[in-house]
């Protein structure tokens, strides 16, 4: 009788054991779930880089600042691929300003012009690009500053293989003024209006203007390498970014590893954006 009591006692026991081992496995999957859930939460759905910081990277360990440049890009493709795996539908660069590539050496200016060839180049051939129907666009005046034909086919190529991809987009502004933008634009609103007498310049009416028009509003401006001054340049979409939230670091664009990209986005995540409410 005491043996089959404690039979029928140890398989209960037994049993417990196994419910509380599922209910342990189901507790760390909802853990898991909820770790994945807080990376989703509250994405942004613009992320604008400004990858500030690559010559002085290099400059600080004594190499040319080709390499800072190479290294630097490198580091934004990174940063642009993993924004696309965490669900970020639009990304945007800042490859140069205008005055990047009219002011500074010709040594310089060539080998940044190799470097957007290459980076180019990738998109082109990465399956991640056409798996997930990335649009890349690229913005600025760049045809009016590059003169080898082998560089601007190659951003001819991305451009128009990608042009009906709708799911993502990768943005790339290279001989970009925010103010050459915004100009264009008013230029262009002039001319419409000797066409049209009873044209009403309306925020849509702007847009439809810009460079940058067809894009999103950007919900978080990240600028790297930034030595106790944050501040925008030339304007960076100044209009697009008009109710942006920003994100400065310190660390140089280079050493900005998608640890630290996830740093800024978890830190997006924890704000409030009111838009005056």
Not at 184 to 199: M, R
Request: net charge positive; glycine share 4%; hydrophobic share 35%.
């Amino acid at each position: 009788m005491f043996s089959n009591f404690f039979s029928i006692l140890k398989f209960y026991k037994k049993k417990n054991q196994e419910k509380n081992q599922e209910k342990n496995q189901e507790k760390n999957q909802e853990k898991n779930q909820e770790k994945n859930q807080d990376n989703l939460y509250n994405l942004p759905n613009h992320v604008a880089i400004i990858p500030d910081g690559n010559r002085r990277w290099a400059k600080n360990r004594n190499l040319p600042s080709s390499f800072g440049h190479l290294t630097g890009a490198k580091q934004v493709q990174s940063n642009m691929y993993f924004a696309l795996n965490l669900g970020i539908y639009c990304v945007s660069g800042w490859g140069s300003s205008y005055d990047n590539l009219i002011k500074r050496s010709e040594s310089e200016i060539k080998a940044l012009f190799k470097i957007f060839k290459e980076m180019f180049e990738e998109l082109l051939n990465n399956p991640d690009i056409h798996k997930n129907k990335v649009k890349v666009m690229i913005i600025g005046r760049w045809r009016e500053i590059i003169l080898d034909k082998s560089v601007i086919d190659a951003f001819d190529k991305v451009i128009d293989t990608t042009k009906m991809y709708d799911n993502h987009c990768f943005i790339y502004y290279i001989g970009y003024n925010g103010t050459d933008e915004m100009i264009y634009a008013i230029k262009e609103i002039v001319e419409d209006s000797k066409k049209n007498e009873n044209l009403q310049i309306t925020e849509s009416v702007l847009e439809k203007h810009l460079w940058s028009g067809s894009l999103p509003p950007v919900d978080l401006v990240i600028r790297t390498g930034v030595d106790n001054d944050p501040h925008n340049s030339v304007g960076f979409m100044m209009w697009k970014t008009a109710n942006s939230q920003y994100y400065f670091t310190k660390i140089k664009h280079p050493d900005f590893t998608n640890d630290e990209f996830m740093k800024a986005i978890k830190d997006y995540q924890n704000r409030q954006r009111r838009l005056g409410k």
